[in-house]
């Protein structure tokens, strides 16, 4: 309520923010949790709470008329459709030269996501934090992350005859053929539940394709983790449908963070005036990077690092799809959630999720995201004609992911006789360069923040999610980001309370 005093204040309900409250609230400190999007807790009127990736629907965007799927295209159509305006789950947010996905709501990412839970190998951390201890990690936060995520492997060998991950096992099939190592990569589902949903003997959701819009039941995303833990607690509050607009210090000290409550067109409907002792910004690396950078340009917190905004990347995320023979068929039913990736990223710098293309029919194609070692980094900056932050990426940065993929799938390609998909992102398009699910970087750590992600010139503020890694993890980020988070906040609550 406006007015009021609160002892710490969490910006957003992802990885990073769900680490920072779960910590205080078990020190005994009271948490307020800001969240822009919805709670996810309210069946539709198709009696579930989240949308089919084949059907999207106005729970599916936030705040779009028309849907931006990833594969805007099939056999060269256009897949995209009209939808009502809403405070949907996932953001497509467009900057001049990519479009960044992002989960809204409580839970942030882990509502979206793919669910891959991986720990990069411990001889590619210098390059990924090189300002951590990569002992406290692999040995404390890492384990302490996998644990709490609920992170768990597949069974080889139900894999090794289950129709939903024929396609996975084409795509082993064919790195073996060409020499390159396959692996399996862990994940948050719920891989009991899903034998069976495969068994048909329960309510499907990876198995009915759901993925990018919510999961309805077997994935174990933060709403079945870490949020249970923190409302056993006691001490946590957490506000859906807020959004943080600004931060500054508050004349008895502290800080004055106002904040717009939303309703479900995105409107503000008020704006609320409250103060925090603590304030962590944990609002993804967008939406961390941006409102820091907003602060720092228009004067509400002038002395902030001329470091934020800077050092942000990708991932090196790049999608691309290949066509396959008929006699490579790879499923008309495919589970949503991958479980297996090609790892040529010492030779290469290409590690490939062989990933679902979950459309209910037999395509014959292989689809990959690629996570590569791409070395451009981009810059938010304040643009004050427009009231917004802009973001320096530029489409042909991708360049270098689009031939690290390469070194994988072109010699693929030499070995099975076969080409690319060029029908999946246009019109002769092979290469999914526009966009990323991995965003990194803005507030990075050891830079913008000291070495634990206090930002620089105000004590009390914090940066605890992606913004805080420098643009690339190797592999997929959220376990990384959990780990980081839960070595900060122990750190904070030993010194700083
Ligand atoms: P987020 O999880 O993004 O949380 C930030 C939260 O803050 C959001 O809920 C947001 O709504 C809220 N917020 C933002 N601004 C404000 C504001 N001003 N006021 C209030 N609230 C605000 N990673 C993996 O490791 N494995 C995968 O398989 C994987 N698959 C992915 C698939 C997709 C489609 C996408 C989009 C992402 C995927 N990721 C995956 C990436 C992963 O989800 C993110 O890296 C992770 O969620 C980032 O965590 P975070 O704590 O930094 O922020």
Redesign the pocket.
């Known amino acids: 309520q406006t007015g009021a005093h609160v002892p710490v204040l969490v ?7 769900c680490v920072a409250a779960l910590r205080m609230a078990q020190h005994g400190v009271d948490v307020q949790m ?4 919805m709670a996810w807790d309210t069946p539709g009127a198709d009696g579930k709470i989240f949308a089919n990736t084949t059907t999207p629907d106005q729970r599916s965007y936030w705040l779009r008329t028309r849907t931006k799927q990833p594969l805007s295209n099939f056999l060269g159509f256009p897949i995209d459709k009209d939808i009502p305006r809403y405070t949907g789950i996932l953001d497509a947010e467009e900057f001049a030269g990519i479009i960044v ?5 409580l839970g ?3 509502l ?7 720990t990069p190998k411990r001889e590619n951390f210098g390059a990924i934090l090189p300002t951590v201890n990569p002992d406290e990690m692999y040995n404390t936060y890492y384990p302490r992350a996998n644990s709490e995520l609920g992170v768990g492997l597949v069974d080889p060998a139900w894999f090794d005859t289950v129709d939903c991950y024929q396609f996975a096992r084409v795509g082993r099939k064919q790195a073996g053929r060409s020499g390159f190592p396959f692996v399996f990569v862990p994940d948050v589902y719920d891989w009991d539940y899903m034998k069976q949903e495969a068994a048909g003997t329960v309510p499907k959701s990876a198995v009915a394709g759901e993925i ?1 819009y919510g999961n309805n039941y077997g994935k174990k995303s933060l709403q079945k983790t870490y949020v249970p833990r923190i409302m056993a607690t006691g001490r946590v509050n957490i506000s859906t449908l ?3 607009t600004s931060v500054s210090p508050a004349s008895g000290g502290g800080y004055t963070v106002l904040i717009d409550q939303l309703n479900t067109n995105g409107d503000a409907v008020t704006t609320k005036s409250v103060t925090a002792d603590r304030v962590f910004f ?4 967008v ?1 961390t990077s941006k ?1 820091l950078t907003m602060l720092k340009a228009t004067g509400k917190l002038p002395n902030l690092s001329s470091e934020i905004g800077k050092g942000w990347g990708d991932n090196g995320n790049v999608m691309v799809g290949r066509a396959n023979w008929w006699w490579d068929a790879t499923g008309a039913v495919q589970a949503s959630i991958p479980c297996g990736g090609i790892d040529n990223w010492a030779a290469g710098g290409a590690f490939a999720e062989v990933a679902p293309l979950p459309t209910g029919i037999e395509t014959y194609a292989s689809f990959y995201l690629s996570i590569t070692k791409n070395p451009n980094r981009a810059e938010f900056s304040w643009n004050a004609a427009t009231n917004k932050v802009d973001l320096s990426w530029q489409t042909a940065w991708k360049q270098p992911s689009i031939d690290m993929a390469k070194t994988i799938f072109d010699k693929i390609n030499a070995t099975e006789a076969t080409i690319y998909r060029s029908d999946l992102f246009g019109v002769n398009k092979i290469w999914g360069d526009h966009l990323t ?2 965003p990194l970087g803005g507030a990075v750590l050891g830079k913008a923040t000291d070495n634990y992600g206090r930002l620089n010139g105000y004590p009390g503020l914090y940066a605890i ?2 913004s805080l890694i420098p643009g690339n993890t190797s592999v ?4 990384t ?1 959990t780990a980081l988070a839960e070595r900060n906040i122990e750190k904070i609550i030993a010194t700083d309370l």
């Open positions: 910006i957003g309900t992802g990885y990073g923010g800001i969240e822009m999007g996905y992002q989960g809204r709501g942030g990412g882990s979206v996501n793919g669910g891959m839970a991986v990018l807020h959004k943080v944990a609002a993804g690396s939406g409102l699910y991995h999610d992606g997929n980020p959220f376990v980001i």
